[in-house]
Nanobody
Framework: QVQLVESGGGLVQAGGSLRLSCTGS????????MGWFRQPPGKEREFVAR????????YYASSVKGRFTISRDNAKNTQYLQMNNLKPEDTAVYYC?????????????????WGQGTQVTVSS
């Protein structure tokens, strides 16, 4: 398993930007595809973005495509989520997740390890 810790959440105005970071330890970080999920208040956890182990392929939920960018730096055991043009509906707890299976997964149960989450609040 890999231990994951998110950081970078906070309060931002609509239209603003925020960058989340997720740092892993305990296992070889580069062996995992990585993803971001979010859970709005009172709703189910939903897929946001995914990046392959080598950083060559990315996939986004339609709700964030064109506004969010996922990236990773394996030398630093870190992945990032750059969020631009934030909207109030982006308000959620954001979770970093790791997946040992090198295929596209968008269901939470298909991921192996999770961070503790970081709160993102977007004001109107």
């Amino acid at each position: 398993q890999v231990q994951l810790v998110e950081s970078g959440g906070g309060l931002v105005q609509a239209g603003g930007s925020l960058r989340l970071s997720c740092t892993g330890s305990g296992r070889t970080f580069s062996h995992y595809d990585m993803g971001w999920f979010r859970q709005p208040p009172g709703k189910e956890r939903e897929f946001v973005a995914r990046i392959t182990w080598n950083g060559l392929n990315t996939y986004y939920a339609s709700s964030v495509k064109g506004r969010f960018t996922i990236s990773r730096d394996n030398a630093k055991n870190t992945q990032y989520l750059q969020m631009n043009n934030l909207k109030p509906e982006d308000t959620a707890v954001y979770y970093c997740a790791a997946d040992r299976t090198p295929v596209l997964h968008t269901i939470p149960d298909e991921y192996d390890d999770w961070g503790q989450g970081t709160q993102v609040t977007v004001s109107s």
